[in-house]
């Protein structure tokens, strides 16, 4: 009896499994196409994270053949404008920052402690810390990094970090290839 009814069961997945499959397409084709709203808040976010350096960042670290080549693919990606970037990669990143992280992530980089960071982050070279230092923080900076909205935006956008960075290298391989 035990046989009989898990080869019922199991039989009856197989038959509901295609239907199932097919609603759940449908239901994210539905949702793969984000708002204006959305796209805006992205695009935003990806100015106030000096997208474009990171699009150099790439670039710079992919291989060429020469270096020359790698000169002219660098060359190009300069005579690209920030917001041009910013609103070609918002469509494919708006699959993995949702609005309200790219939202707060935005206002956290207009604050002038988030400035810092973008400009450390693209800045700064190597630094020194002392064995048993530990870094300054203001109280202004220990207070906004404790902010709930802060924490869970910090935390998506972290995890969407190797998504920007592939999106970014297939926008250089696309700027690579235009004529100009």
């Known amino acids: 009896m035990n046989f009989a009814a898990r080869t019922v069961f199991g039989l009856a997945l197989l038959a509901a499994s295609p239907a199932f499959a097919a609603a759940s397409a449908a239901a994210t084709t539905v949702t793969t196409a984000p708002d204006p709203a959305h796209l805006k808040a992205v695009q935003d976010l990806l100015a106030a994270m000096q997208i474009e350096k990171v699009v150099n960042g790439v670039a710079a670290r992919s291989r060429y053949a020469n270096e020359s080549q790698k000169q002219a693919v660098l060359a190009k990606i300069a ?102």
Do not use: C, W
């Not at 404008?81 to 993995?96: F, K, N, T, Y």
């Open 79 to 180: 005579k690209v404008a920030p917001a041009e970037m910013a609103q070609r990669l918002a469509p494919a990143l708006s699959r993995v920052i949702s609005a309200d992280t790219a939202s707060e992530m935005t206002r956290y980089y207009n604050t002038p402690y988030g400035k810092q960071v973008i400009y450390k982050k693209y800045n700064s070279g190597a630094q020194l810390i002392m064995p048993g230092a530990t870094k300054t923080v203001p109280p202004e900076e220990k207070k906004e990094r404790k902010r709930a909205a802060y924490v869970k935006a910090s935390k998506e956008l972290d995890e969407a970090e190797p998504v920007i960075e592939h999106e970014a290298f297939k926008l250089m391989q696309q700027i690579s290839k235009e004529k100009q």
